[in-house]
């Protein structure tokens, strides 16, 4: 059983593009979380999906950043207009359903956004 | 609102020592209470999770951690470290019946020879 898969692994932007970074849950996962962890910090919310629909984007800055967890393929978190403030890395996290907050948050490698 | 503290940024120590990490959170409700192991350029890794019952949790790889209701702390032992176990260790707190999970700042254990 394939981990949660993230890419890319690293991903470098200029200033004013547009950054788009994928998860794949592990299988039988329906629930997706989002984080950011900036250097020398931890984890930080941003965001909490099922399929289809946003649970919780509580985290999330209010401009440029969304995300989404279609009823096929990866979720895609999208950040728009990049700046440099933005780099970090951004870390996804999948649960199976119908634990609720017990359930155990199974990590991707992350990606590392760089903005130049 | 919920907040998690760790008290230590960085705790360095011998190999073969026991080793405390220590954390404190606050909430006003219940909440489930979780010890993560970040090694370095990866993701986060589950060590023990406390969410009812025996207040002394087992993980993997030989660490526990007590889950005190009164002075809200969740702290993190192992008896005996070595060299593998220099990472970075997040303690978390989630919400009973919520999702949402929130993090300390971390403790990089660093283990000596």
């Known amino acids: 059983n394939a981990g949660v898969m993230q890419n890319p692994r690293h991903l470098v932007r200029r200033r004013g593009q547009e950054a788009r970074l994928r998860c794949s849950p592990m299988?039988?996962?329906?629930?997706v979380y989002w984080y950011r962890q900036l250097p020398e910090e931890g984890l930080k919310f941003m965001v909490y999906?099922?399929?289809?629909?946003?649970?919780?984007e509580s985290g999330m800055p209010k401009e440029r950043f969304s995300a989404e967890f279609p009823k096929e393929g990866p979720s895609i978190l999208r950040i728009q207009q990049v700046v440099r403030g933005d780099s970090a890395a951004y870390f996804c996290?999948?649960?199976?359903?119908?634990?609720?907050?017990?359930?155990?948050?199974?990590f991707g490698p992350g990606t590392r956004l760089t903005v130049l | 609102a919920q907040s998690v503290t760790q008290l230590d940024s960085q705790v360095p120590v011998f190999e073969e020592a026991p080793v405390e990490l220590r954390c404190n959170y606050s909430?006003?409700?219940?909440?489930?209470l979780f010890w993560y192991v970040q090694y370095p350029n990866q993701g986060l890794q589950l060590l023990l999770k406390?969410?009812?019952?025996?207040?002394l949790v087992k993980g993997i790889n030989g660490f526990e951690a007590e889950f005190n209701k009164s002075q809200t702390s969740f702290h993190l032992r192992k008896p005996s470290v070595h060299i593998s176990d220099t990472a970075e260790y997040f303690c978390?707190?989630?919400?009973?019946?919520?999702?949402?999970?929130?993090f300390g700042a971390g403790t990089r254990l660093f283990v000596k020879a």
């Open positions: 996290a999948s649960s199976p359903p119908g634990q609720g907050g017990t359930s155990t948050q199974y």
């Open positions: 299988k039988g996962h329906s629930h």
């Open positions: 999906l099922q399929k289809e629909n946003i649970i919780d």
């Open positions: 909430s006003s409700v219940s909440v489930y």
């Open positions: 406390y969410l009812s019952g025996s207040t």
């Open positions: 978390a707190v989630t919400l009973a019946g919520g999702f949402k999970t929130i």
